[in-house]
T-cell receptor
């Protein structure tokens, strides 16, 4: 089955710096890759997603890149702010109705 | 984005009792609903997948007789933890899926079994 590896497990940056989180997946049939932000005691919130027919997607300060050949995708956050501090999860799935397989998460800390 | 609610948000129960957790999609009809379990500082582990009107599909290692899932409609799924024990204490999160793959998560339910 699918296996998703996520690095780093923790990431500390200064406010205004960029943060990059990387994930690799094993199932070449996976074609949907969302990223979720989870704050303490809350459910995950979808922040951006990408499908396999696209190599990059951007939404304001957040961008995701996908390399299907290498089977890895990355989350890029620019101009980080303290409110970006949270746990970020990457995930992968094959198609509609298929459950997401999550990475182990990255705890991002943005200090002012 | 789509809104998913869970009730209750927090529950404390005695060992041996059963607890029901509701998951509702408030502004859309969910093709599929998923139940996850999350331990402190850990990732989300899929427990089961349910489609409206059919039996849930459980992941390996998840006891279907202990974690009963009922998907009564396109907007409601329930998870019942039967004969709960302290090791069942966890954060339970549901998600509702659209046909376009996107899943929206509920706020989670913190279960503590004494």
């Amino acid at each position: 089955g699918e296996n998703v590896e996520q690095h780093p497990s923790t990431l500390s940056v200064q406010e205004g710096d960029s943060a990059v989180i990387k994930c690799t997946y094993s199932d070449s049939a996976s074609n949907y890759f969302p990223w979720y932000k989870q704050e303490l005691g809350k459910g995950p919130q979808l922040i951006i997603d990408i499908r396999s027919n696209v190599g990059e997607k951007k939404d304001q300060r957040i961008a995701v890149t996908l390399n299907k050949t290498a089977k890895h995708f990355s989350l890029h956050i620019t101009e980080t702010q303290p409110e970006d501090s949270a746990v970020y999860f990457c995930a992968a799935s094959r198609n509609a109705g298929t459950a997401l397989i999550f990475g182990k998460g990255t705890t991002l800390s943005v200090s002012s | 984005g789509a809104v998913v609610s869970q009730h209750p948000s927090r529950v404390i129960c005695k060992s041996g009792t059963s607890v029901k957790i509701e998951c509702r999609s408030l502004d859309f009809q969910a093709t599929t609903m998923f139940w996850y379990r999350q331990f402190p500082k850990k990732s989300l582990m899929l427990m089961a997948t349910s489609n409206e009107g059919s039996k849930a599909t459980y992941e390996q290692g998840v006891e279907k007789d202990k974690f009963l899932i009922n998907h009564a409609s396109l907007t409601l799924s329930t998870l019942t933890v039967t004969s709960a024990h302290p090791e069942d204490s966890s954060f339970y999160i549901c998600s509702c899926g659209l046909a376009t793959d996107t899943q929206y998560f509920g706020p989670g339910t913190r279960l503590t079994v004494l």
